[in-house]
């Protein structure tokens, strides 16, 4: 691919959009995917996404409307370009890892490496070795074997996912991974929501969100906090649109004004096309970073407040009475919140937040939304605890138009859970999974994927198989990241496209490549279909249409597969060869394990598939009390002293995480560069900065370990004060590994202590190096 170049840093910034979408959008869209293939393959694509007899767009978890009420381009501007980065007519073939050392490549970029194409057969890295060459198939899995049986221990193997994998795949990977006897299955979801997990099952007994499309749809009031729907989860705007149009209200919370929270217009709609399109959000508050939990208890105090003065009116006691418990508790501490501090962390004014509140009183059923915004921050857990509580004081849980959103990243990053993928999941789950394939699964728990870098780093696991994803972009700390994957024996990727994790090897190190969504996939069963889950619990089918983009690849579930019966050799228990074969014998077995997937092959050949039962929505909590439980949250905000700012670490418009499709952030006005640090015009000034300075950023934790990212360009940008906000993963380096949410163990990707210093290099930002 001698005409792709490392991308040049050339920044230009025009003000940010008010609006999302319109036909732009689906101009850009259009154009990344005839600059990676043929028309004829764009069309395929396209009119296959998100259809009832077609594949599950690969961007994000948002759900697709009822089968009847689907548009015939049921797809926004970024499903359109996640797909066609994935049906590129690109190849990386044997010949270019031949003309390309390993060293070579870690130079290069993300965009870089990813623009090369479709990987094409597998290749192996040997120790020593300077380049990647070809292996067959049986060869390099019985390296994979070799080494995992070399192991003192199954605990020194690591199997990280990427929410990309569909559920029969992932309900293989855990099972091979705990017959092995191992639960070290950390995933993206532990850098991702894994704060709304453990808030969600502590406080209502299950990690998932409670609402549907048609609550969304017919809900009184919904709050989007922490989120960024026009750029992350484009087609939610859509939903909104409709709520507005059914007499909802939208309160948007957050650090920036994001395009799509102002205003939208429908790419598929003449309304959308023509006219200034919907305002999205009623009311903006531009909070400060870290501020929700501090929201929500003034909310809270607020409703008690009101509750007081007109008793029986504001408050469900009846729900409160059946279905809850340690009321009393959280409202005794709730009184208590104090104003100051809630001005303080917050930064809003006390007639913002009254707005609000009489909103809410105005509402018979509210819905909360949030994403990373909440979940990245050391709080996240407190945050979204205190937000069910705020559901719960009046009774918007398991109510029509009610309850709450965690908007998920990964198409099926749900799914996975659900099939099993969690480094502990519960004793029930492992119980059923032992009983149907007569064996005891491993009891003590496994690691997370921060967790899982501290074991590389010292020395405790030694071989790291990741199924998707992009681990050694995706992590915290990357230079200790790197140099744990580097101390790894084996490091084995499952992937579809070269990446990062490609060129940061153990002592040996394999590629294997694999179909995509899109691909068509055969076995010799026939044609193969898999299914996903959506942020909604929708489980429905997903069937590739495309050639494959090479014909040595395998399907993940052959891969898992074939690994797994070269590591455990074949046993009647476990028919491997049958699930290769046909996916339909893995949904029977999910379908014995899994709660909810009785039947799970006849009811997935519904058009549109089915809903998985969430017991909230029936008044059942499977908390230990076997009711929601009303939480405590103590006053926390991020501390900032003087001459610092709070970092962000967060997605362009052009960007799908790990990987940049251009270096260009649509909506807020930024062009052709990725290492710029927008801050408010105060705080540049108070720091003594100009917009457009060369800074390098600084992080500094409290160990008194400093990390550097060096040539960042300061943009002025409407930036809540005291916070900044740049592009992840080129800021992964900020982060130190120990610096992680309470109880999720999540990453704090949203809060980054960070000091701007004048560029110590002077020159020009270097997007070109693979940093
Ligand atoms: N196009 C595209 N779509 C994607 C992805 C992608 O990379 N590209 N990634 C997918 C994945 S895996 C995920 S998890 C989702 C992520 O979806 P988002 O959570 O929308 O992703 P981020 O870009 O991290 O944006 C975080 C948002 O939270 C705001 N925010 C930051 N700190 C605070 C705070 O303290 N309080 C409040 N109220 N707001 C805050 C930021 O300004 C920003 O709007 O998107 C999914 N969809
Ligand atoms: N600083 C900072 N760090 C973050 C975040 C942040 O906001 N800030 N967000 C975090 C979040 S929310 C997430 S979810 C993680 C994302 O982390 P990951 O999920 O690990 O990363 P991705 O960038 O989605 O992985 C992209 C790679 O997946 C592979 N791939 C794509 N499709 C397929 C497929 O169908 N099959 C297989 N086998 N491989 C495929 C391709 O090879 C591609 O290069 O990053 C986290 N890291
Ligand atoms: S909203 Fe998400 S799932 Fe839907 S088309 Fe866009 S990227 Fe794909
Ligand atoms: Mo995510």
Same mark, same amino acid.
């Given at each position: 691919?001698?005409?792709?170049?490392?991308?040049?840093?050339?920044?230009?910034?025009?003000?940010? *959009?008010?609006?999302?979408?319109?036909?732009?959008?689906?101009?850009?869209?259009?154009?990344?995917?005839?600059?990676?293939?043929?028309?004829?393959?764009?069309?395929?694509?396209?009119?296959?996404?998100?259809?009832?007899?077609?594949?599950? $767009?690969?961007?994000?978890?948002?759900?697709?409307?009822?089968?009847?009420?689907?548009?015939?381009?049921?797809? $926004?501007?970024?499903?359109?370009?996640?797909?066609?980065?994935?049906?590129?007519?690109?190849?990386?073939?044997?010949?270019?890892?031949?003309?390309?050392?390993?060293?070579?490549?870690?130079?290069?970029?993300?965009?870089?490496?990813?623009?090369?194409?479709?990987?094409?057969?597998?290749?192996?890295?040997?120790?020593?070795?300077?380049?990647?060459?070809?292996?067959?198939?049986?060869?390099?899995?019985?390296?994979?074997?070799?080494?995992?049986?070399?192991?003192?221990?199954?605990?020194?193997?690591?199997?990280?996912?990427?929410?990309?994998?569909?559920?029969?795949?992932?309900?293989?990977?855990?099972?091979?991974?705990?017959?092995?006897?191992?639960?070290?299955?950390?995933? $993206?979801?532990?850098? $991702?929501?894994?704060?709304?997990?453990?808030?969600?099952?502590?406080?209502?007994?299950?990690? *998932?969100?409670?609402?549907?499309?048609?609550?969304?749809?017919?809900?009184?009031?919904?709050?989007?906090?922490?989120?960024?729907?026009?750029?992350?989860?484009?087609?939610?705007?859509?939903?909104?649109?409709?709520?507005?149009?059914?007499?909802?209200?939208?309160?948007?919370?957050?650090?920036?004004?994001?395009?799509?929270?102002?205003?939208?217009?429908?790419?598929?709609?003449?309304?959308?096309?023509?006219?200034?399109?919907?305002?999205?959000?009623?009311?903006?508050?531009?909070?400060?970073?870290?501020?929700?939990?501090?929201?929500?208890?003034?909310?809270?105090?607020?409703?008690?407040?009101?509750?007081?003065?007109?008793?029986?009116?504001?408050?469900?006691?009846?729900?409160?009475?059946?279905?809850?418990?340690?009321?009393?508790?959280?409202?005794?501490?709730?009184?208590?919140?104090?104003?100051?501090?809630?001005?303080?962390?917050?930064?809003?004014?006390?007639?913002?937040?009254?707005?609000?509140?009489?909103?809410?009183?105005?509402?018979?059923?509210?819905?909360?939304?949030?994403?990373?915004?909440?979940?990245?921050?050391?709080?996240?857990?407190?945050?979204?605890?205190?937000?069910?509580?705020?559901?719960?004081?009046?009774?918007?849980?398991?109510?029509?138009?009610?309850?709450?959103?965690?908007?998920?990243?990964?198409?099926?990053?749900?799914?996975?859970?659900?099939?099993?993928?969690?480094?502990?999941?519960?004793?029930?789950?492992?119980?059923?999974?032992?009983?149907?394939?007569?064996?005891?699964?491993?009891?003590?728990?496994?690691?997370?994927?921060?967790?899982?870098?501290?074991?590389?780093?010292?020395?405790?696991? *030694?071989?790291?198989?990741?199924?998707?994803?992009?681990?050694?972009?995706?992590?915290?700390?990357?230079?200790?990241?790197?140099?744990?994957?580097?101390?790894?024996?084996?490091?084995?990727?499952?992937?579809?496209?070269?990446?990062?994790?490609?060129?940061?090897?153990?002592?040996?190190?394999?590629?294997?490549?694999?179909?995509?969504?899109?691909?068509?996939?055969?076995?010799?069963?026939?044609?193969?279909?898999?299914?996903?889950?959506?942020?909604?619990?929708?489980?429905?089918?997903?069937?590739?249409?495309?050639?494959?983009?090479?014909?040595?690849?395998?399907?993940?579930?052959?891969?898992?597969?074939?690994?797994?019966?070269?590591?455990?050799?074949?046993?009647?228990?476990?028919?491997?060869?049958?699930?290769?074969?046909?996916?339909?014998?893995?949904?029977?077995?999910?379908?014995?394990?899994?709660?909810?997937?009785?039947?799970?092959?006849?009811?997935?050949?519904?058009?549109?598939?089915?809903?998985?039962?969430?017991?909230?929505?029936?008044?059942?909590?499977?908390?230990?009390?076997?009711?929601?439980?009303?939480?405590?949250?103590?006053?926390?905000?991020?501390?900032?002293?003087?001459?610092?700012?709070?970092?962000?670490?967060?997605?362009?418009?052009?960007?799908?995480?790990?990987?940049?499709?251009?270096?260009?952030?649509?909506?807020?006005?930024?062009?052709?560069?990725?290492?710029?640090?927008?801050?408010?015009?105060?705080?540049?000034?108070?720091?003594?900065?100009?917009?457009?300075?060369?800074?390098?950023?600084?992080?500094?934790?409290?160990?008194?370990?400093?990390?550097?990212?060096?040539?960042?360009?300061?943009?002025?940008?409407?930036?809540?004060?005291?916070?900044?906000?740049?592009?992840?993963?080129?800021?992964?380096?900020?982060?130190?590994?120990?610096?992680?949410?309470?109880?999720?163990?999540?990453?704090?990707?949203?809060?980054?202590?960070?000091?701007?210093?004048?560029?110590?290099?002077?020159?020009?930002?270097?997007?070109?190096?693979?940093?």
């Amino acid at each position: 691919m001698a005409d792709i170049q490392d991308p040049v840093d050339d920044l230009s910034v025009t003000p940010p *959009k008010e609006w999302a979408t319109g036909v732009p959008a689906v101009t850009h869209a259009l154009e990344y995917s005839l600059g990676q293939t043929s028309v004829r393959r764009t069309a395929l694509t396209l009119l296959n996404i998100n259809q009832v007899k077609g594949f599950d $767009c690969p961007g994000c978890a948002w759900p697709e409307p009822k089968p009847g009420k689907r548009h015939k381009n049921e797809y $926004c501007e970024n499903g359109a370009k996640h797909i066609a980065d994935e049906a590129t007519s690109r190849r990386v073939t044997a010949d270019f890892f031949r003309d390309h050392t390993v060293a070579e490549l870690d130079q290069k970029s993300d965009y870089w490496l990813n623009q090369q194409g479709r990987l094409t057969e597998p290749m192996v890295k040997r120790p020593g070795a300077e380049h990647y060459e070809p292996i067959g198939w049986d060869a390099a899995l019985d390296l994979v074997a070799q080494e995992l049986r070399a192991l003192d221990s199954p605990d020194e193997a690591l199997f990280y996912t990427s929410g990309r994998l569909n559920n029969e795949a992932a309900f293989l990977l855990q099972l091979f991974a705990r017959a092995y006897g191992t639960n070290n299955l950390p995933d $993206c979801s532990n850098l $991702c929501h894994e704060s709304s997990g453990s808030a969600l099952t502590e406080t209502l007994g299950i990690g *998932k969100g409670s609402v549907t499309l048609d609550d969304i749809h017919e809900s009184d009031l919904v709050f989007v906090v922490g989120q960024n729907p026009g750029t992350n989860h484009p087609r939610m705007l859509t939903a909104l649109e409709e709520t507005k149009r059914n007499g909802g209200r939208v309160i948007a919370v957050n650090t920036l004004p994001e395009a799509g929270l102002l205003r939208f217009k429908h790419p598929q709609k003449a309304r959308g096309v023509i006219g200034r399109g919907t305002q999205i959000a009623d009311q903006f508050l531009h909070i400060r970073a870290g501020g929700d939990l501090a929201l929500f208890q003034a909310l809270n105090l607020m409703l008690l407040e009101a509750e007081e003065k007109a008793p029986g009116t504001v408050v469900d006691h009846d729900w409160i009475t059946t279905h809850s418990t340690g009321y009393e508790e959280f409202a005794e501490h709730a009184r208590k919140t104090s104003w100051d501090d809630v001005l303080m962390a917050t930064g809003l004014s006390r007639a913002e937040i009254e707005q609000v509140h009489e909103q809410v009183l105005k509402s018979r059923s509210v819905i909360v939304c949030w994403a990373m915004g909440v979940t990245q921050h050391k709080h996240g857990v407190p945050t979204i605890r205190e937000i069910v509580n705020f559901l719960m004081l009046r009774g918007n849980i398991g109510r029509h138009g009610a309850g709450v959103c965690p908007v998920r990243g990964h198409s099926n990053v749900q799914g996975d859970r659900t099939m099993g993928v969690w480094e502990r999941m519960p004793q029930a789950f492992m119980d059923a999974l032992g009983r149907e394939f007569d064996f005891t699964p491993p009891e003590k728990h496994g690691l997370d994927s921060v967790d899982g870098i501290r074991a590389m780093r010292d020395g405790k696991a *030694k071989v790291f198989v990741g199924v998707a994803g992009n681990f050694v972009r995706a992590t915290p700390d990357s230079d200790v990241t790197e140099e744990a994957m580097r101390g790894c024996r084996l490091t084995v990727h499952i992937s579809t496209k070269l990446n990062r994790s490609h060129t940061v090897c153990g002592d040996t190190a394999l590629i294997l490549p694999t179909l995509g969504r899109s691909d068509r996939d055969v076995q010799a069963g026939g044609e193969q279909f898999y299914t996903v889950e959506d942020s909604m619990s929708e489980v429905h089918a997903s069937r590739g249409r495309l050639a494959p983009a090479s014909p040595h690849l395998l399907s993940e579930i052959a891969i898992i597969s074939r690994l797994a019966r070269k590591v455990l050799g074949d046993s009647p228990a476990i028919p491997w060869e049958d699930f290769e074969a046909d996916y339909g014998t893995v949904r029977d077995r999910i379908s014995r394990v899994v709660p909810g997937f009785e039947d799970f092959n006849e009811r997935v050949a519904a058009p549109g598939g089915f809903r998985l039962p969430n017991p909230v929505n029936q008044g059942v909590f499977r908390t230990p009390s076997g009711k929601a439980v009303f939480t405590v949250n103590a006053f926390t905000m991020p501390e900032v002293p003087a001459g610092h700012l709070l970092l962000q670490t967060l997605r362009s418009h052009d960007q799908w995480n790990t990987i940049p499709y251009a270096m260009n952030d649509r909506y807020r006005g930024i062009h052709n560069a990725r290492r710029v640090v927008m801050v408010n015009p105060a705080d540049i000034e108070a720091l003594g900065l100009a917009d457009r300075d060369l800074v390098d950023l600084v992080s500094v934790w409290h160990d008194g370990t400093e990390r550097r990212a060096p040539g960042f360009r300061v943009v002025s940008y409407p930036t809540s004060e005291g916070s900044a906000a740049s592009y992840y993963p080129e800021t992964n380096v900020l982060i130190p590994l120990d610096s992680v949410a309470d109880i999720s163990n999540t990453p704090t990707s949203k809060s980054v202590l960070v000091r701007l210093e004048p560029a110590a290099s002077g020159g020009a930002p270097a997007d070109g190096v693979a940093l």
